[in-house]
């Protein structure tokens, strides 16, 4: 699986970017695909991820209410639509996949076996 996100970048405290990440490779119809960051000195956070099968999706509360992840099955993309965003939102950004051999429904992101990362986006958000 190979995963590439772009759409990183500077931008003020209040404004918005838009992520995606191109997927290729999947063997299996049934994949969730995550968003994580790892800010400077902190670990990997997960903070979005999404279904391939019927789109169900989950947040972190960090993010909940200002980020909106979505996707399009033909173009084997996601995206990570960031408003509001804040100086703590400053960080890589990264998408993860996990490839399962049966359906998927998203109740809770942190139970996701994902084992395949791509490289990062960089967003800073400052004034």
């Known amino acids: 699986v190979q995963l590439q996100a772009s759409g990183g970048g500077w931008v003020q405290p209040g404004g918005s970017l838009r992520l995606s990440c191109a997927a290729s490779?999947?063997?299996?119809?049934?994949?969730?695909i995550g968003w994580f960051r790892r800010a400077p000195g902190t670990g990997r956070e997960l903070i979005a991820a999404?279904?391939?099968?019927?789109?169900?999706?989950d947040y972190a509360d960090s993010v909940k209410g200002r980020f909106i992840i979505s996707k399009d099955n033909v173009k084997k993309t996601v995206y990570l639509q960031m408003d509001n965003l804040k100086p703590e939102d400053t960080a890589v950004y990264y998408c993860?996949?996990?490839?399962?051999?049966?359906?998927?429904?998203?109740?809770?992101?942190?139970?996701?076996?994902?084992?395949?990362w791509g490289q990062g986006t960089l967003v800073t958000v400052s004034s």
């Open positions: 993860g996949s996990a490839e399962l051999p049966l359906r998927i429904h998203i109740i809770s992101m942190r139970m996701i076996p994902f084992n395949s």
């Open positions: 490779g999947f063997t299996s119809d049934h994949y969730a």
């Open positions: 999404i279904s391939s099968d019927d789109g169900s999706t």
